[in-house]
Structure formats: structure tokens, C-alpha cells
């Protein structure tokens, strides 16, 4: 199975999918403990920043909520000569 890791529990877990968020997970933390050097971000988030995990199950079910519903928008600005 290219691209599928198993897990101990035997559920293929797609890793292409989620690669992207295992590797952008460290630079925000960096983006953020700058920020909060700079003052932009208070220095009490850090913690819970460096704690904060990506939730993959979570990112699915608002996709497919919001995908038809930006599909649908789209289609109303299109006909309406907005787009």
C-alpha cells in the first residue's frame, strides 16, 4: 500500500495526508515563540501552543462540511457574474 503507514491497530493511516501537518507543526512553533519575542503573541500561550496537535479526524469532518458549502457559493457568484 503506497503510501499508507498501519498503525499498531491495523487502520491505515494516509501519511501523504497528513505529512504536511506533522511537518508544519514545529515551524509554527517557532512562527509563535517569535511572535513572541516580537509581543505579538503573549508568552503564556507558549505552553499550550508547544502542546497543540494537529487533529486529522476533526480536519475531515470540517472539510466535508465546508467543502459543498463553498462549492455552492461558488457557483451562486458565478452565475450572478461575480466571478
Not at 503506497?2 to 512562527?31: C, K, Q, Y
Not at 519575542?37 to 507558549?46: F, I, K, Q
Not at 497543540?52 to 463553498?70: E, F, G
Amino acid at each position: 500500500m503506497s503510501g499508507e503507514l498501519v498503525g499498531v491497530s491495523g487502520e491505515a493511516h494516509h501519511l501523504r495526508d497528513e505529512m504536511p501537518f506533522l511537518l508544519a507543526g514545529p515551524i509554527e512553533v517557532a512562527v509563535c515563540e517569535a511572535w513572541a519575542e516580537l509581543g505579538v503573541v503573549p508568552r503564556e500561550a507558549l505552553p499550550k501552543i508547544r502542546q497543540a496537535r494537529h487533529d486529522m479526524a476533526l480536519m475531515a469532518a470540517l472539510i466535508a462540511i465546508a467543502s459543498p458549502m463553498a462549492l455552492a457559493m461558488a457557483a451562486t457568484a458565478t452565475v450572478r457574474g461575480r466571478v
